[in-house]
C-alpha cells in the first residue's frame, strides 16, 4: 500500500524556472492538498481540491497553479520559481475533507537559486 | 496573537515520565483538533484528533480539550527516546482550513 508518494523528492531550480511537483495517492481520498514548511511560518496551506477538477486557493496560492484531472494526482506548478518559494512542500490526503484528519507524503525539498 | 500558539521548546523529559505539549488559539469556533508527530526530516504523521471537551486516550496518548479556555493538550505517558520529536498541533480556523501551529521540539533523554 503505497499510499501517497511525491515526486521528485529533491530539486534544485534556478530562479524564473516553471517546476512542476508530483503527487499521487493510492486511496481514492477526494481531498488533496499543498503545503510548504517554512522555519517560522510552520505548514501553510497552498491549494486544495475536493474532487476533479474542482480547487481552491489556501492561504499562500500566488505563484503556485494547481490541476487535479484525476483523483489520484494532484500537480502543484511553480510557474516562475522565485527565491522565496524555497522550502519543503508537502502533499496530503483526506477522506473526509478539508478541516478532517489529513495524511501526508514524505515531502519535496525545493531549492530555487 | 497568533491563531494556534505551541512553545517551540525544546521540551526535554527524562525516559519514563509524562511529556506535557500545549496549544493554545484563538478562534472560539474552531471544532476539530489535531496532534501530528514529526520526526526531523520526515513528514507529519497523524497522532490523534479530538472533537468533544474532555479527554481522550490512546495507548500511551492522551488529548486534553478545553474549548472554554481555547488550549488543548497532548501528554505522553512513560515516554521514550523514539518519541523524540516536533509536535504540531492543528485546528480548524474560522470553519475553512487547518490551521497548524509551529510545533513543539521534545526530547525524551534515555
Known amino acids: 500500500d503505497a499510499g501517497i508518494t511525491q515526486s521528485p523528492r529533491y530539486k534544485i531550480t534556478e530562479t524564473g524556472r516553471q517546476v512542476t511537483l508530483m503527487c499521487h495517492q493510492t486511496w481514492s481520498h477526494s481531498y488533496m492538498f499543498w503545503y510548504r514548511q517554512d522555519l517560522g511560518h510552520g505548514l501553510r496551506l497552498i491549494y486544495y481540491s475536493a474532487a476533479a477538477d474542482i480547487t481552491d486557493k489556501g492561504e499562500v496560492p500566488d505563484g503556485y497553479v494547481v490541476s487535479r484531472s484525476k483523483t489520484e494526482n494532484f500537480p502543484l506548478t511553480l510557474e516562475s520559481a522565485t527565491r522565496s518559494q524555497t522550502s519543503v512542500y508537502f502533499c496530503?490526503?483526506?477522506?473526509?475533507?478539508?478541516?478532517?484528519?489529513?495524511?501526508f507524503g514524505p515531502g519535496t525539498r525545493l531549492t530555487v537559486t | 496573537q497568533k491563531e494556534v500558539e505551541q512553545n517551540s521548546g525544546p521540551l526535554s523529559v527524562p525516559e519514563g515520565a509524562i511529556a506535557s505539549l500545549n496549544c493554545t488559539y484563538s478562534?472560539?469556533?474552531?471544532?476539530?483538533f489535531f496532534w501530528y508527530r514529526q520526526y526531523s526530516g520526515k513528514s507529519p504523521e497523524l497522532i490523534m484528533f479530538i472533537y468533544s471537551n474532555g479527554d481522550k486516550e490512546d495507548g500511551r496518548f492522551t488529548a486534553q480539550l478545553n474549548k472554554a479556555s481555547q488550549y488543548v493538550s497532548l501528554l505522553i505517558r512513560d515516554s521514550q527516546p523514539s518519541d523524540s520529536a516536533t509536535y504540531l498541533c492543528a485546528l480548524d480556523n474560522a470553519g475553512n482550513m487547518l490551521t497548524f501551529g509551529g510545533g513543539t521540539r521534545l526530547m525524551v533523554k534515555p
Open positions: 478562534d472560539r469556533g474552531s471544532q476539530s
Open positions: 496530503a490526503s483526506s477522506v473526509r475533507g478539508l478541516l478532517y484528519e489529513q495524511y
